[in-house]
């Protein structure tokens, strides 16, 4: 069965702390894998997209992982804001097109003072 | 930067009633899509539509539920006889082609009482 699983499900971190989100997917064959964060009551905005050869990938604070072997991503956030409050959401597209995107449950990130 | 729209951002109706959520999609993209998050769950596909017809559908999306294109810019949701678990927020998504990125709209929070 095609899953997505993120942990841990919430994090509070203090400002300016680094964390790293995890993200576990059995969907196969794979296409990409997609970060995205999504403000309360916002719609999801993309992060980055990592394909089957790429193995690290940044933009700007935020730096993700994949190792497509263990179907394991991550993704790492340097010295966090209070504006990184949201959920982040792993999202792993099969291949053959369409609609075949396979959503993580996200994990609710909090930064605080 | 072009974006996707959703109109209304929350609508209010009472079981039975008849709901039409409205998105705009990004002028020069062909895939749209229908997404739903219950409040506090993931993100759920309900469909998918391309070159004027649905072309995949969840189990979620069942004869209470169409969606239409009637112009060269609206792509609506209908849902026909509300039901109270229908309440969540919908997203409307589209991209421009099937490899690409897929970019969602704010979202329509729907409340059925």
């Known amino acids: 069965k095609n899953q997505v699983e993120q942990s841990p499900q919430s994090l509070i971190i203090l400002e300016g702390k680094n964390c790293t989100l995890q993200?576990?997917?059995?969907?196969?064959?794979?296409?990409?894998l997609r970060w995205y964060k999504q403000d309360t009551g916002r719609g999801p905005v993309s992060l980055t997209i990592?394909?089957?050869?790429?193995n690290t990938k940044s933009n700007g604070r935020y730096t993700a992982t994949l190792d497509a072997d263990t179907k394991q991503s991550s993704l790492h956030i340097t010295a966090s804001q209070l504006s990184d409050s949201a959920s982040y959401i792993c999202?792993?597209?099969?291949?053959?097109?369409?609609?075949?995107?396979?959503f993580g449950t996200g994990t609710q990130l909090k930064v605080e003072l | 930067e072009p974006e996707v729209t959703q109109t209304p951002s929350h609508q209010v109706t009472q079981m039975g009633q008849e709901v039409i959520l409205r998105c705009v999609p990004i002028?020069?993209?062909?895939?749209f899509y229908w997404y739903r998050q219950i409040l506090g769950q993931k993100v759920e596909f309900l469909v998918s539509?391309?070159?004027?017809?649905?072309?995949?559908k969840s189990e979620i999306f069942d004869d209470q539920f169409s969606v239409e294109r009637p112009d060269g810019s609206n792509f609506t949701l209908k849902i026909r006889s509300t039901k109270l678990e229908d309440s969540a927020m919908y997203f409307c998504?589209?991209?421009?082609?099937?490899?690409?990125?897929?970019?969602f709209g704010e979202g329509s929070r729907l409340t059925v009482l």
């Open positions: 998504a589209s991209k421009r082609d099937l490899t690409g990125e897929l970019f």
């Open positions: 999202v792993v597209t099969r291949t053959g097109g369409g609609n075949k995107l396979t």
């Open positions: 539509f391309y070159n004027n017809e649905i072309s995949e």
């Open positions: 993200c576990n997917y059995t969907v196969s064959p794979f296409s990409n």
């Open positions: 002028s020069n993209h062909l895939y």
């Open positions: 990592m394909t089957f050869s790429e």
